[in-house]
Nanobody, 120 residues
Framework: QVQLVESGGGLVQAGGSLRLSCAASAGAFRIYVMGWYRQAPGKQRELVASITTDFSTNYADSVKGRFTVSRDNAKNTVYLQMNSLKLEDTGVYYC??????????????WGQGTQVTVLS
């Protein structure tokens, strides 16, 4: 079973930076898309950024130019560098990984979530 471990959330002043990390367990085998979602209080979970196997990226309009998603395939890890943070970036950030285990069975798993709180 593929498991994800997230880290890097916390409190930060508006305008500051944080870096989130999400590592997939060794059983991940083939990882296709790695992404970050967030959920603010009272709102639906939304895509923040994603990155494919060939390093193509996709960003929500609200974070373009401020956030950068990257991945290290050797470490089965995806990162989210968040700069110029705004109050509206506050929320729980979830890592999502889609791939296939040895034998080809696909998986779509979520991390436990990490809280990001931007202070004024």
């Amino acid at each position: 079973q593929v498991q994800l471990v997230e880290s890097g959330g916390g409190l930060v002043q508006a305008g500051g930076s944080l870096r989130l990390s999400c590592a997939a367990s060794a059983g991940a085998f083939r990882i296709y898309v790695m992404g970050w979602y967030r959920q603010a209080p009272g709102k639906q979970r939304e895509l923040v950024a994603s990155i494919t196997t060939d390093f193509s990226t996709n960003y929500a309009d609200s974070v373009k130019g401020r956030f950068t998603v990257s991945r290290d395939n050797a470490k089965n890890t995806v990162y989210l560098q968040m700069n110029s943070l705004k109050l509206e970036d506050t929320g729980v950030y979830y890592c999502n990984v889609q791939g296939a285990i040895w034998g080809g069975r696909p998986y779509d798993v979520w991390g436990q979530g990490t809280q990001v709180t931007v202070l004024s």
